[in-house]
């Protein structure tokens, strides 16, 4: 994939990192997102 600007690199990676970490799933977390693990390992702790 090429960019026509940082700006646009910036942009795109910005919505990997929001898909990756908030929407898609993990077999490594027990199919849960790494958002949700975050929110159960904090519920934890607090």
């Known amino acids: 994939n090429s960019f026509d600007s940082v700006k ?7 919505n990997f990192l929001f898909e990756y ?3 898609r799933r993990h077999g490594g ?3 849960i997102t790494p958002y949700e693990k975050l ?3 904090t519920e934890l702790l607090s």
């Open 8 to 14: 646009d690199l910036i942009y795109n990676l910005g």
């Open 21 to 23: 970490n908030h929407l």
């Open 29 to 31: 977390l027990d199919y």
């Open 39 to 41: 929110e159960k390992v």
